[in-house]
């Protein structure tokens, strides 16, 4: 090799290796501006409360809201929130009133206030899914018989509050299981999982800008960004998570509204792929937008039915992107491929005749620029949440006249994803159809659902790709 060629070698290395550093110190940039933004709104607006000390209640402080008796009334707090408010919280009886407090939108019921002050709160909340699944296959010596299995999808606890005006924190811990039913199998031995699910701080900075740091939802598809425990068929899409991080994960959003409600943005740093078999340790980069041509959606979350209380027409688009996310050969260390992802979706909820309409779909396309062709690609670029995609939709009919104690909402769900490799085959095709009804007696705090689906595979190439059909009912309950 002349010497020409040597030098502009290292000159193109240097180049290089010099934009990597740029990177990093970029991303490591927008990460601290995120926490320094967050700690500098909690550290104005706690000098803000130092200089203007409101009138304080006689209540005593920490005081459970709820269980006050005789004269005895319960602060009414000027909390200012994007947040919807609740009704009654905890057991009070007579004139008493419980005071009408903000709550992250996933949950269902006021649950248990506990004062601190005028502007501080703790609230306490329970969530349980308990469900019963029935699967045509999946036990016996040879896994071609019957499976049934009791399990909670949910089961949850939530600690939420706001701290300050405008500063508000949420913290959900959760187990799951133990189940053998999964979305495409069913598992030799029952899994449960226990875990901190969520953990965040969000920090009102003004009217049109937060910003939330912690483990919370990827604000990248609308389903995941759906309340739990609003759904409008059992659950979100079995296939609709991302990769690696599924559906929370680690990191910073700068989200907000504006034009009125009418425009929502959301804009995240998170971890993305963790694995030391990555090429590189890079965050992920999420930026969703979405547009409410009716009623504003202007929470962090979204609900899957709103059961006639809105009249909703929302469309929504979102992208992602991570660099050096996987190799195309995990064992030789080669193929380095970048991660790639969009998603588009339009929901409906709109009152007809005695009851509301609700009506959704979406589309998502994840790409690791095929690694899934290597030798040995990385376990996160294949399956059920690697490289694919594929839609959804899904429709339900809320009656506002009750039957018995409760009511009614059919819901239908049809969808279609194409998997770039999955259980061993390339191009494997997935048709899900599914049909339900849920009886909803107290809202969504008391709620019996049921639910039939079947999943057709295109090619039947092995035991893992074989066609199938599942029975799911749920009680949901909350307080």
């Known amino acids: 090799m002349d010497f020409p060629l040597i030098a502009l070698t290292a000159i193109g290395r240097q180049a290089k290796e010099k934009f990597m550093m740029n990177a990093i110190k970029t991303r490591t940039f927008l990460l601290s501006a995120g926490l320094i933004l967050l700690l500098f709104g909690v550290g104005t607006i706690s000098a803000a409360e130092e200089t203007s000390q409101p009138a304080v209640s006689s209540a005593p402080t920490g005081t459970p809201v709820g269980r006050m008796s005789g004269a005895e009334e319960a602060p009414q707090p000027a909390v200012s929130s994007p947040l919807p408010t609740g009704t009654h919280v905890g057991h009070n009886s007579g004139a008493e009133q419980a005071p009408q407090l903000p709550r992250p939108a996933c949950l269902t019921s006021d649950g248990a206030v506990i004062r601190m002050n005028d502007i501080a709160f703790m609230r306490i909340n329970y969530q349980s899914q308990l469900a019963f699944a029935w699967r045509d296959t999946g036990s016996g010596v040879d896994g071609t018989r019957d499976t049934t299995d009791f399990y909670f999808r949910r089961n949850r606890l939530t600690v939420s509050g706001q701290a300050f005006e405008g500063v508000t924190y949420d913290v959900k811990i959760e187990q799951m299981g133990p189940r053998r039913v999964g979305a495409l199998d069913v598992a030799r031995e029952p ?106 959606e202007d929470g962090y979350a979204y609900q899957g039915t709103y059961l006639g209380n809105k009249m909703v027409l929302t469309v929504g688009a979102a992208g992602q992107y991570e660099s050096g996310a996987v190799f195309s050969d995990v064992i030789s260390k080669t193929g380095e491929e970048n991660y790639k992802a969009w998603t588009a979706d339009v929901f409906l909820e709109y009152p007809l005749g005695n009851g509301s309409v609700t ?73 899900w159809t599914g049909a339900g009804i849920n009886y909803l007696i107290k809202d969504q705090n008391v709620r019996l659902t049921i639910e039939y689906a079947k999943t057709d595979f295109k090619d039947e190439e092995n035991a893992d790709s074989v066609d199938f059909t599942t029975v799911t009912s749920m009680l949901q309950f909350g307080f």
């Not at 659950?235 to 998570?241: C, H, K, P, Q, T």
């Not at 994840?366 to 376990?379: E, L, S, V």
């Open 191 to 296: 899994v449960d999982d226990f875990e901190v699910l969520e953990a965040s701080v969000d920090s009102e900075l003004s009217k049109g800008f937060h910003v939330t740091a912690g483990k919370t939802k990827i604000p990248f598809t609308r389903e995941v960004l759906e309340g739990c425990f609003s759904p409008l068929s059992v659950d979100r899409s079995l296939f609709i998570a991302t990769p690696m991080q599924r559906t929370r994960d680690m990191g910073v959003v700068f989200w907000g509204n504006i034009i009125d409600s009418r425009v929502r943005y959301m804009a995240a740093i998170q971890e993305g792929q963790e694995s030391g078999d990555a090429p590189e340790s890079s965050q992920r980069y999420t930026g969703r937008v979405h547009l409410s041509l009716l009623d504003p």
């Open 359 to 431: 009506a959704s779909t979406a589309y998502m396309k994840t790409d690791f620029n095929k690694a899934y062709q290597g030798g040995n690609p990385d376990p996160g670029s294949i399956g059920i949440d690697g490289e694919k995609k594929g839609w959804y939709a899904k429709a339900g009919y809320y009656f506002l006249n009750e039957t018995g104690p409760g009511h009614i909402q059919p819901f239908v769900r049809y969808e279609e994803w194409q998997f770039a490799l999955l259980n061993g085959v390339y191009a494997q095709k997935i048709k």
